[in-house]
């Protein structure tokens, strides 16, 4: 009965910080133990600007083609031309907010812009960059 | 006493949990209707088509091949898929209530499965009278881009006395 009454208030305690985890936060965790280490969003940054050449492209494809290189504007979809709401979370906090929703495009823009889906560790790098700004 | 104050702290303790853990297993809002996840997954690159503007076979092959959807990875999670596949094919040519849409399905030449709305012969007949340099103008791009034109076609609506081509104005049929 005494250990209870001790460990019932520390799960209360441990419970809180929780909820408030960082989706970003939780994802880097998950990269991590896939083998990624050091995140740096300065080498996140360097790749959204590079351009790619993935079979099938008739020009050169990047990051920054269809969401721009400044994220707190408004991007353009390269072919369809619709707009695409600013990435910066600073200026649109519905961005990287659902663990989800980013992996989903992950894989659909790495595999477009790269021709490959994106290793953990660029992800994480992606992620470092994105959401400072 | 020392143990009744003991309780009444855990009791508390255990009370602020369970509603924190209730907070976070119920998702804050309602699962998405068909219609919304369509309009959310498809939607956001390009203009969530009308379902009866193709037929059944056509979305069932299009929706089968979303990692090469026109050059693009377009996939979904398994129960996104198959949610919005039975959306567009209950709502597709043959079944629609919309008399104008079912025209388009209709007319797929039989023992063929287009893809594109825009190759099917009423949209070509449709749009035959409409000049490329309409079409090349920078906020049009293509005839995919439904809403340049016919100012109420996110509502589904495609009536002449809607379209405003940009840079030209109004449009009638001769």
């Known amino acids: 009965m005494r250990t209870m009454l001790k460990i019932v208030p520390l799960l209360a305690l441990f419970g809180l910080p929780l909820a408030y985890a960082d989706t970003v936060d939780d994802l880097l965790k998950g990269y991590q133990a896939q083998g990624a280490s050091n995140f740096s969003a300065e080498k996140g940054q360097t790749m959204w600007t590079q351009k790619f050449n993935p079979p099938g492209s008739d020009r050169a494809r990047s990051c920054a083609l269809c969401h721009g ?19 910066a979370p600073s200026v649109n906090p519905k961005r990287l907010a659902d663990a989800a929703e980013i992996e989903k495009w992950f894989k659909r823009n790495c595999t477009w812009t790269v021709g490959r889906e994106c290793t953990p560790q660029e992800k994480g790098d992606f992620l470092s960059y994105l959401r400072k700004q | 006493m020392k143990h009744l104050f003991v309780m009444a702290t855990s009791l508390v303790a255990l009370t602020s949990s369970a509603l924190y853990a209730a907070e976070a297993v119920t998702p804050a809002k309602p699962a998405p209707t068909a219609t919304e996840r369509y309009t959310a997954e498809c939607g956001t ?6 379902a009866g503007f193709l037929p059944a076979r056509s979305w069932q092959k299009l929706m089968g091949n979303l ?10 999670s398994d129960a996104s898929r198959s949610q919005i596949t039975s959306y567009l094919l209950a709502g597709a040519g043959e079944k629609t209530q919309d008399r104008h849409a079912a025209r388009f399905a209709a007319s797929a030449p039989a023992g063929e499965t287009p893809l594109r709305i825009t190759e099917l012969p009423y949209f070509k007949r449709e749009h035959r009278e409409i000049p490329q340099r309409y079409i090349r103008e920078a906020q049009v791009g293509s005839l995919s881009n439904c809403a340049a034109c016919h100012t109420k076609a996110a509502q589904g609506s495609f009536r002449e006395r809607e379209i405003s081509i940009p840079g030209v104005g109004r449009w009638e049929d001769d």
Do not use: R, S, V
Request: proline share 9%; with cysteine; charged share 25%.
């Open chain 2, 67 to 76: 990692a090469n959807h026109f050059g693009d990875n377009a996939e979904l």
């Open chain 1, 69 to 87: 290189e400044n994220l707190k504007l408004t991007g353009k979809h390269a072919k369809t031309g619709k707009p695409i709401e600013p990435l």
């Open chain 2, 45 to 50: 690159c390009h203009m969530a088509y009308p």
